[in-house]
């Protein structure tokens, strides 16, 4: 196998010159760099990543624990991640805390003894043993789509990336609202976790903006998994009335959701009005197709790099949040026409809006960014 001082030979450069440029550690000259550049690829050599590590005092590595396997969020987010984390040149460990604190806290506490430069890290519902870990190694971390870490003053201790939850969740509520439902559920997220607050308060947001009363039985938990969300929607269509129009939290509620209409003859939008937190691939292919607000899922993957990296490239600065906006994806779960019968549907959403208490249909609005 090629050696490095094979490729200084190579390039006409000092063993030392070659060392610099392929663990970054000094700045070189630009035709100095592509000539070890050239030559590596000539030669095909390969550098030794335990050597390197012992030279930078960094691996190059990133953990990350999402639950991925359970979410398909996470799964999205994990790509963006990936992709980001490659083109910097960095490789992930990959470790699936399952959303349970206890486990939480050994796959992360496993990630920092395999020596990862920094750690991405979605926190279940009870974080404060990983919070305490991290904090007391010292670990670089970005806390992903979960606000958890805030001081006394509202400054995080960690960074954190996520989206925006508490205006996306009120666009749906007054959307539906527009259309003249008066009762309208929700499916709300497992307790503990800030998406599952912040879109409570979009909520209830949006029942304010739209000169509706608050009625805490149409808030049922649906612990941000499709079984939960089967019972709680069971829970709402028991109510007397029941809502006719509900939202749910996130993707795997949405599919619990449509599983409990179904099993109570209930069809969407006909019976009942749907709209929902979290976009995903198929949501598209449903009939009804499905209005969503639809999170930057592998966006707000690649932002956690950027900001891990910034991090570790300033360790002193403060730490920061990051909110990435979400998008409004209109289709027809709402109750509302496909867009081509937009003067039709605009006919009747004037004549649904005369009669009182009853659910009118709209022309579609425009998809838009929400944050």
Same mark, same amino acid.
């Given at each position: 196998?090629?050696?490095?001082?094979?490729?200084?030979?190579?390039?006409?450069?000092?063993?030392?010159?070659?060392?610099?440029?392929?663990?970054?550690?000094?700045?070189?000259?630009?035709?100095?760099?592509?000539?070890?550049?050239?030559?590596?690829?000539?030669?095909?050599?390969?550098?030794?990543?335990?050597?390197?590590?012992?030279?930078?005092?960094?691996?190059?590595?990133?953990?990350?624990?999402?639950?991925?396997?359970?979410?398909?969020?996470?799964?999205?987010?994990?790509?963006?991640?990936?992709?980001?984390?490659?083109?910097?040149?960095?490789?992930?460990?990959?470790?699936?805390?399952?959303?349970?604190?206890?486990?939480?806290?050994?796959?992360?506490?496993?990630?920092?003894?395999?020596?990862?430069?920094?750690?991405?890290?979605?926190?279940?519902?009870?974080?404060?043993?990983?919070?305490?870990?991290?904090?007391?190694?010292?670990?670089?971390?970005?806390?992903?789509?979960?606000?958890?870490?805030?001081?006394?003053? *509202? @400054?995080? +201790?960690?960074?954190?990336?996520?989206?925006?939850? =508490?205006? /996306?969740?009120?666009? $749906? &509520? #007054?959307?539906?609202?527009?259309?003249?439902?008066?009762?309208?559920?929700?499916?709300?997220?497992?307790?503990?976790?800030?998406?599952?607050?912040?879109?409570?308060?979009?909520?209830?947001?949006?029942?304010?903006?739209?000169?509706?009363?608050?009625?805490?039985?149409?808030?049922?938990?649906?612990?941000?998994?499709?079984? *939960? @969300?089967? +019972?709680?929607?069971?829970?709402?269509?028991?109510? =007397?009335? /029941?809502?006719?129009? $509900? &939202? #749910?939290?996130?993707?795997?509620?949405?599919?619990?959701?449509?599983?409990?209409?179904?099993?109570?003859?209930?069809?969407?939008?006909?019976?009942?009005?749907?709209?929902?937190?979290?976009?995903?691939?198929?949501?598209?292919?449903?009939?009804?197709?499905?209005?969503?607000?639809?999170?930057?899922?592998?966006?707000?993957?690649?932002?956690?790099?950027?900001?891990?990296?910034?991090?570790?490239?300033?360790?002193?600065?403060?730490?920061?949040?990051?909110?990435?906006?979400?998008?409004?994806?209109?289709?027809?779960?709402?109750?509302?026409?496909?867009?081509?019968?937009?003067?039709?549907?605009?006919?009747?959403?004037?004549?649904?809006?005369?009669?009182?208490?009853?659910?009118?249909?709209?022309?579609?609005?425009?998809?838009?960014?929400?944050?």
């Amino acid at each position: 196998m090629p050696t490095m001082a094979d490729v200084a030979r190579s390039a006409g450069v000092s063993v030392a010159t070659v060392s610099h440029v392929l663990n970054e550690t000094r700045p070189v000259l630009p035709h100095t760099r592509q000539a070890v550049l050239d030559a590596v690829e000539e030669l095909g050599y390969t550098p030794n990543t335990l050597a390197r590590s012992l030279v930078t005092s960094r691996t190059r590595s990133i953990g990350l624990a999402v639950s991925a396997i359970s979410n398909p969020f996470f799964t999205e987010i994990l790509q963006g991640v990936e992709a980001a984390a490659l083109e910097r040149g960095y490789g992930l460990l990959i470790a699936d805390p399952h959303d349970d604190p206890e486990h939480e806290r050994k796959v992360v506490r496993l990630l920092h003894e395999r020596r990862v430069d920094g750690m991405i890290v979605a926190p279940s519902a009870d974080p404060g043993a990983l919070l305490a870990y991290l904090g007391r190694h010292d670990v670089p971390t970005v806390l992903l789509d979960r606000v958890v870490d805030e001081d006394v003053d *509202g @400054a995080p +201790r960690f960074d954190q990336v996520c989206a925006e939850n =508490t205006g /996306p969740t009120a666009r $749906l &509520v #007054t959307h539906l609202a527009a259309l003249g439902h008066r009762r309208i559920g929700l499916v709300a997220g497992l307790s503990g976790l800030s998406t599952t607050d912040e879109r409570i308060t979009g909520y209830r947001q949006g029942l304010a903006a739209a000169g509706l009363p608050l009625d805490d039985a149409l808030v049922v938990p649906g612990n941000s998994e499709s079984a *939960g @969300a089967e +019972r709680a929607t069971a829970a709402l269509m028991s109510l =007397t009335p /029941p809502p006719t129009a $509900l &939202v #749910t939290a996130n993707n795997a509620m949405t599919i619990g959701a449509l599983r409990a209409l179904r099993a109570h003859g209930l069809r969407v939008p006909d019976d009942i009005a749907l709209c929902c937190f979290d976009d995903f691939a198929w949501a598209d292919l449903f009939s009804p197709r499905l209005t969503a607000v639809a999170q930057p899922s592998r966006e707000i993957g690649a932002e956690a790099v950027r900001v891990l990296l910034e991090r570790l490239a300033s360790p002193g600065r403060a730490a920061r949040t990051v909110r990435l906006p979400c998008a409004f994806v209109h289709r027809t779960s709402c109750g509302c026409p496909e867009a081509d019968g937009e003067a039709a549907a605009a006919a009747r959403a004037a004549d649904g809006a005369r009669h009182a208490g009853r659910p009118a249909h709209c022309a579609p609005p425009e998809e838009g960014t929400l944050s």
